[in-house]
């Protein structure tokens, strides 16, 4: 591969923004692909390269192709289809007043509360009367 020096010299007057040759060694000088870079060090928080970057965070782990679907998967709370069949999962569906053959209704669950209540305040109703005659026979 030929590299050729009046291009790559220009590229790195470009980097400097026409700064003076001489000045590119002080500390003042910016060099605008150096920055960019540290900034998106600051944004990303990487300085590892290759490196991939979901949801504004580093990814950490094998960069395969399958890893990084996986964890870009991870990254829906409703996967979409393709996550799903490489994955191998079937969409979960939400249920809400559904009973099935075995299943419990809501206005049995609200018959058994009230039943065990009505049987605990005769309990109690039993157990004060008891308590009551005993006091009395006491005297």
């Known amino acids: 591969m030929h590299l050729n020096y009046d ?3 220009d590229c790195v007057k470009k980097s400097f ?11 003042t000088t910016h060099n605008s692909d150096i920055d960019e870079e540290i900034a998106y ?12 970057v979901i949801n504004k965070k580093t990814y950490r782990g094998q ?4 890893s990084v679907f996986n964890a870009v998967c991870a990254g829906f709370t409703e996967p979409p289809d ?3 069949k490489t994955l191998h999962k079937e969409k979960t569906v939400l249920k809400t007043n559904v009973v099935d053959g075995d299943g419990v209704s809501a206005g049995l669950i609200v018959g058994i509360v009230l039943a065990l ?23």
């Not at 923004?17 to 500390?27: V, Y």
């Not at 960069?63 to 399958?66: H, K, M």
């Not at 049987?119 to 006491?138: G, H, L, T």
């Open 41 to 52: 060090w600051k944004e990303y928080g990487t300085n590892i390269y290759p490196s991939i």
């Open 7 to 9: 291009h790559t010299m």
């Open 17 to 27: 923004g026409g700064a003076d040759e001489s000045k590119w060694g002080l500390a």
């Open 117 to 139: 209540i009505a049987v605990n305040v005769v309990i109690v109703y039993c157990c004060r009367r008891k308590a009551k005659r005993d006091m009395n026979n006491e005297m």
């Open 63 to 66: 960069i395969e192709p399958l």
């Open 82 to 84: 393709q996550c799903l």
